[in-house]
């Protein structure tokens, strides 16, 4: 379990402006990963629980030790909290070969069992041929897994791993995604994970925290968010959704049913089925979010009932979908096997499933 | 001509301990400078640096009423060893250190400074003391600058004139070291002796840039004592 309250000022300095960092993070969840664009606070969140920074108030526990408590004026040392963190830069020792690396961690255990753990560790992490070399003169993966072995070797209460996904290509990173699930499986230490990639918070995450500018905007599960992104930030941050502003025009309570009309880009509007909104009025102005691939477009002349017609702007191919770009910045993704077809049609119907339509809180 | 090598010897000699004495003290400096920031640190680093810019005059001034037969630092030595520091070669190495220590310093800082934060700060997550981090790593992924550091503040301390002669005088035999002999030959009108001595002096001080240069692979900025790699 973690439960971490950091709140921390920087000051404007010559080449950052004023930041406020203030998050309460509370999980036990094996793996919470912490998702946002670059210069959220992310990274700021991990080196305040390892103890390289110094909140101004707050309140840090792993487990059932207290790391950080300003009212208590309790301030571990990153020697006392024993936080595994994995550098983006993997921070491998370049002067010491791999296995002195290990060994450097290897201190606090037992003389006698040292050299032990860190043949199994070489071995249980595929190393073992390339121990005696240096860093630089490992792979890319290799250097990744050494430096998540030298972490665990020194018997941490919680593994931080800073965008380990950064940098490594596909094949990589779904071996980096197998070993980091081996990795929960033997040693069962909660793990807190940075990244600004949605999938990798698919792949490994089954606590996902999303943050934006120094706060937490939301939390719950990876599905969860991208389903219902609590605010108009979160949807941004996450990309897969299309904004759209609409005004009530018909409420319809005994069919929960209500009437939007919508007014994506400078169109002149279009009128959808939206499910019922209590507590709003007649002629109230929202906006909503629906998912990209929610939205089901299909080439004009099959139009089912109830659809917009629109004019395709631009696509943009993907490995297994096509992003359609309409004429009013609405965006559709569809398979791509769908989209073959009718590659070369200008004129679509679009449809937006009311389940699939999500208010956003002003 | 017979010429008199005890003042390259009393140089070298008195190079070789002040730049001992400089670098343990120095290193201890350099990191607490670089790693540790505590209140004040600017007027330390400003206080350091500033025998760099102050007349030699200056500092050997300070180092009388410091150290001289009257002050307490002085009768102390005196208390100790039997003897004064003042006009003897132990005052020539005092002179020197102080002539070469902040340019040890302030290289070896900006050496350690190079030095990646996230190697120490994994070091110490993984539980190494301050202590271990600080030989295991810092020192030795700095230790090219620090070496190449260490030579250039030998090189300097042979070449201190202005704090010597004020503390600890020009007694041939016994304190003129080589910089003080140069001047006394050309104050006697010596000048064969005065021109094999700036030879000499200028070739040794020759070798130990190149070896320092050849060692870092660093360029160093003298105004600064900032290392660039």
């Known amino acids: 379990m973690i439960d971490a309250r950091i709140r921390k000022r920087f000051p404007p300095s010559k080449d950052s402006s004023a930041f406020e960092l203030d998050i309460h993070l509370k999980t036990s969840s094996p793996v919470t990963v912490l998702f946002g664009p670059s210069g959220s606070g992310k990274t700021l969140t991990l080196d305040a629980v390892a103890g390289f920074i110094t909140p101004d108030e707050g309140r840090i526990v792993a487990g059932d030790t207290l790391l950080f408590d300003v009212a208590a004026r309790i301030s571990l040392s990153p020697q006392q909290r024993r936080c595994g963190y994995v550098f983006q830069n993997y921070a491998l020792f370049p002067h010491m070969t791999l296995r002195e690396n290990l060994a450097f961690a290897a201190d606090r255990l037992p003389r006698a069992e040292r050299r032990g753990r860190i043949a199994e560790m070489l071995h249980q992490f595929h190393l073992g041929e390339v121990s005696g070399r240096k860093p630089h003169e490992l792979s890319g993966g290799q250097k990744q897994r050494a430096s998540i072995a030298r972490a665990l070797l020194a018997d941490p209460r919680v593994l931080l791993l800073d965008e380990p996904a950064r940098g490594l290509d596909p094949a990589l990173r779904s071996e980096l995604y197998a070993l980091l699930n081996q990795v929960l499986a033997d040693f069962r230490l909660p793990v807190i994970l940075v990244t600004h990639d949605l999938e990798e918070c698919f792949e490994l995450g089954d606590h996902m925290v999303v943050i934006d500018n120094g706060h937490i905007v939301q939390s719950g599960q990876p599905a969860e968010i991208l389903d219902a992104p609590a605010n108009p930030a979160v949807a941004r941050l996450l990309d897969r959704h299309n904004m759209v502003q609409a005004e009530i025009v018909a409420l319809d309570p005994s069919r929960q049913l209500s009437r939007l009309r919508c007014y994506p880009g400078s169109d002149d509007g279009f009128e959808i089925l939206a499910p019922y909104l209590p507590g709003h009025l007649l002629g109230a102005r929202v906006t909503f979010a629906i998912r990209t691939d929610r939205l089901l477009a299909s080439p004009s002349d099959q139009a089912p009932q109830g659809s917009v017609r629109l004019e395709l702007a631009q696509v943009s191919l993907r490995p297994q979908t096509a992003r359609l770009i309409f004429a009013n910045g609405l965006t559709a993704e569809m398979p791509l096997r769908a989209f073959e077809p009718h590659r070369h049609n200008k004129n679509w119907s679009v449809r937006f499933p009311p389940e699939a339509i999500r208010l956003m809180r002003p | ?229």
């Open chain 2, 1 to 229: 001509m017979a010429i008199d090598w005890f003042p390259l010897w009393l140089s070298l000699r008195v190079a070789a301990l002040s730049t001992a004495v400089a670098f343990c003290l120095g290193l201890w400096l350099a990191w607490l400078l670089a790693r540790r920031p505590f209140r004040g640190r600017d007027v330390v680093s400003a206080a350091v640096t500033l025998p760099l810019v102050l007349p030699p005059t200056v500092l050997g001034y300070y180092l009388l009423v410091l150290l001289g037969r009257n002050s307490p630092l002085g009768q102390f030595y005196e208390w100790v060893f039997g003897q004064p520091l003042v006009f003897t070669w132990q005052a020539a190495v005092v002179a020197a250190l102080l002539h070469s220590a902040p340019l040890l310093i302030q290289s070896t800082r900006a050496a350690l400074e190079t030095v990646d934060a996230s190697f120490e700060r994994a070091a110490r997550t993984l539980g190494a003391s301050e202590w271990k981090v600080f030989w295991h790593v810092s020192l030795p992924l700095a230790w090219k600058p620090i070496l190449a550091a260490t030579a250039l503040a030998f090189a300097r301390s042979l070449g201190d004139f202005g704090i010597t002669i004020m503390l600890a005088g020009n007694i041939p035999g016994r304190t003129q070291t080589l910089s003080v002999a140069i001047y006394d030959a050309v104050e006697a009108g010596n000048g064969s002796l005065a021109r094999t001595l700036v030879l000499v002096i200028s070739a040794v001080a020759l070798v130990i840039l190149w070896l320092a240069n050849r060692l870092a692979r660093t360029t160093f900025s003298f105004t600064t004592g900032q290392a660039k790699r």
